[in-house]
């Protein structure tokens, strides 16, 4: 397992990176990675503890202590389905609340 450090304090709240993912990805396979990235939390996480991450240039999954942003200040309110897009090159990231 390879962990990477980041300090989410350098990075920018947005509201861009889900369109910027559907149309990287189209919307349906968009949709199955914010889906693969719940499964994640479901199958590793641990609720209230961790949060699943999408690193939007990738496509790629993994899930980080919710300990992290809140160190960091940021101000959540983590729910069930809650997913973090964050694209490392921009320095933004941006929450999601995933639809049923």
Known sequence: MKTVKIE???YESVNFLWP???EDYGFDKARKIISQAIDL???NGT???TMPIIFSGTG???LVPIKI???ENF???YKDK???IFNLKRKSFQILNEAN
Request: net charge positive; no cysteine; hydrophobic share 45%.
């Open 69 to 71: 942003l809140e160190k």
């Open 20 to 22: 910027e993912l559907i």
């Open 82 to 84: 809650q997913v973090l």
């Open 75 to 77: 101000k959540i309110s």
């Open 41 to 43: 939390q479901k199958m």
């Open 8 to 10: 989410f304090s350098k």
């Open 47 to 49: 609720k209230n503890i």
């Open 60 to 62: 790629g999954l993994a």
